[in-house]
């Protein structure tokens, strides 16, 4: 399948900071890509649908102020968690479509950690 | 919207054994239903997905099965291997690639 590569796999800061987290496609052009949060031992659950070029799709009880995600080109999409607090601590995955007909490939998954 | 529910919550079998896990949906347009695997600290597999115009699809030990008019389908594991163990999910969408709802996932142990 294709290949979804995500970036930091862990990371961890300070509360009040702000985090990156990148989701690239590696060898194929992803319009559609998705924001996923999971607690430990809990399902995915999806935070937002970002499309090239355009605005993300935010679910209901998602900040899109604290949650920025930008997909500005065909195989990288981001997503920063602004001011982040100890609840923000969760791990983070991203996955990415070509579009209508294609499957959707999951990246690896990031887990941060604020203190 | 769309509500996948996933039975079992943990399943253990001994190696060698076969593995079922089931899903309902709510979504009558839900029209694609992959499963994943997850490992402990890794994103996601694909492990195999089926269409709603298809009842039945294998893949070596792996093969999933879907009633439509009932709203479900279920996941086989068959010849099961300690590194089978994992914990899995189905989901639903509406459009192949599309946003997919999870189930809550089935912690399967392949017992040696």
């Known amino acids: 399948g294709a290949v979804v590569s995500q970036h930091p796999s862990r990371v961890i800061c300070k509360s009040g900071t702000s985090v990156k987290i990148e989701c690239r496609s590696l060898d194929f052009q992803a319009t559609t890509m998705f924001w996923y949060r999971q607690f430990p031992k809990q399902s995915l659950m999806l935070m937002a649908t970002s499309n090239e070029g355009s605005k993300a799709t935010y679910e209901q009880g998602v900040e899109k102020d604290k949650f920025l995600i930008n997909h500005a080109s065909l195989t990288l999409s981001t997503l920063t968690v602004t001011s982040a607090h100890p609840e923000d601590s969760s791990f983070y995955i991203c996955?990415?479509?070509?579009?209508?007909?294609?499957?959707?490939?999951f990246g690896q998954g990031t887990r941060l950690t604020v203190v | 919207g769309e509500n996948v529910e996933q039975h079992p919550s943990t399943l253990s079998v001994q190696e060698g054994d076969s593995a079922v896990i089931k899903c309902t949906y709510s979504?009558?347009?839900?029209?694609?239903f992959p499963w994943y695997k997850q490992e402990l600290g890794k994103g996601p597999q694909l492990i195999i997905d089926i269409r709603s115009n298809v009842g039945e699809k294998k893949d070596q030990r792996i093969a999933v099965t879907l009633n439509k008019t009932a709203k479900h389908f279920s996941l086989h594991i068959t010849e099961t291997q300690p590194e089978d163990s994992a914990v899995y999910f189905c989901a639903a969408s509406t459009g192949y690639g599309q946003n997919f709802v999870f189930g809550p996932g089935t912690r399967l142990s392949v017992l040696p």
């Open positions: 979504d009558s347009a839900s029209n694609y």
């Open positions: 996955s990415a479509s070509g579009g209508q007909g294609t499957e959707a490939f």
